[in-house]
Nanobody, 111 residues
Framework: QVQLVQSGGGLAQPGGSLRLSCAAS????????LDWWRQAPGKLREWVAE???????VYADSVKGRFTISRDNAKNMVYLQLDSLKPEDTAVYFC?????WGQGTQVTVDS
């Protein structure tokens, strides 16, 4: 069993930055791929980024070059750095590892 607890997010202006954090209850690196998803109001959940088990970062085209996924092995933490934010990035963001999901955190981009 793995618990994922998220923090971060909030309100940012267009062009601004936020960082999302996801704390795992135990060491999951090398066991599961680590993903970030998001869901905007009235829309389907959308995949955003992944850290593969080998540590490679993969991004959706909509966020490539603006978002960065990373991890801190020692702290069992996964991060999503959101830069150059756009209003269309507004959504609830979720971290996930296999069948385990974080609780979600709101990101709102608005001037």
């Amino acid at each position: 069993q793995v618990q994922l607890v998220q923090s971060g997010g909030g309100l940012a202006q267009p062009g601004g930055s936020l960082r999302l954090s996801c704390a795992a209850s135990r060491d999951i690196f090398g066991i599961y791929a680590l993903d970030w998803w998001r869901q905007a109001p009235g829309k389907l959940r959308e995949w955003v980024a992944e850290l593969t088990m080998e540590g490679a970062a993969v991004y959706a085209d909509s966020v490539k070059g603006r978002f960065t996924i990373s991890r801190d092995n020692a702290k069992n933490m996964v991060y999503l750095q959101l830069d150059s934010l756009k209003p269309e990035d507004t959504a609830v963001y979720f971290c996930a590892a296999a069948q385990y999901w974080g609780q979600g955190t709101q990101v709102t981009v608005d001037s």
